[in-house]
């Protein structure tokens, strides 16, 4: 029997590498997309990359672009997945304000491609969409489920709910099966350093080795529904084994604010956060969203889906993380060091 073959948009990314270690671990041959550019910014897969003399490789990257429908045209037709994960957009919920019409493109219209690349193509298979909690916005019941109205309040937002519904009248007008994983926040150590949570660990790990100063962050009251994101990629597998495609939230229900994840962070080092963080107006979003908080009950019952890792254990394997990887690269720079001055 041949193996099942899965492709991930947005594989270089935080849930792409994570879901494509699970796909490999399941039995898959996976592929990849990657924006063309001039780094390689595949640190979160080299691990597991094939060597280019692999017999056996189970893991290909290949060169498309979401703005380009001739791109995944081909790569449809040359890869036919049977299970299709769309995860690449513009993510950045803070940068949309100041790129809207790229994260209109790329995290909605983008999906809006693939989805007519797949009807286009006739390929059979089933189709993942990342969804996003922020489609709710200033909710008006907390907390959110399926049936809650979206209210976005960021180009992001707008954008991954055009994502969204285009995924739902694929499904309804052409019988595709597609489905939308509604996620709430979800972390690691593999979480992109621009991000608020990352932020903290990174800071708390240079200032315990006094390489940085200070933090400068915007919201502390903010509050989110916070998991872990190798969780996370298991209930985006769940979703496409299921006979009938469906919509789901994946959250914990639990919600805990900016400063509840700094103070966890820094009190767990032993450091008190009031030292070392100021308030910089530069991060406030243009529209705040107050709180989001998910209601997973639909994923529990037809997934078999909980979360298992806790907000304070989250934390304190991103601070232990980011501890690591710091002292890792200062160790690396002085053997550098060492070596150039025993090659003097």
Known sequence: MSRPRALITGITGQDGSYLAELLLQKGYEVHGLKRRSSSFNTARVDAILPDWHERDARLFIHFADLSDSSSLFKLLLRVRPREIYHLGAQTHVRVSFDIPEYTGDITGLGTARLLE????????????????????????????????????????????????????????????????????????????????????????????????????????????????APEYVEAMWAMLQQPEPDDYVIATGETHSVREFMECAFSYVGLDWRRWVEIDPRYFRPNEIDVLQGDASKAREKLGWAPRVKFTELVHLMVDADVQLLADKLSGREELQLSARVSD
């Open 117 to 228: 690349t797949i009807r286009e193509t006739g390929i059979e298979t089933k189709f993942y969409n990342a969804a996003s909690s922020e489609m709710f916005g200033r909710a008006r019941e907390a907390p959110q489920r399926e049936t809650t109205p979206f209210q976005p309040c960021s180009p992001y937002g707008c954008a991954k709910l055009y994502s969204y519904w285009m995924t739902v009248n694929y499904r309804k007008g052409y019988g595709l099966y597609a489905v939308n994983g509604i996620l709430f926040n979800h972390e690691s150590p593999r979480r992109g350093e621009t991000f608020v949570s990352r932020k903290i660990t990174r800071a708390v790990a240079r200032i315990l080795r006094g390489v940085r100063g200070k933090l400068y962050l915007g919201n502390l009251e903010a509050r989110r529904d916070w998991g872990y």
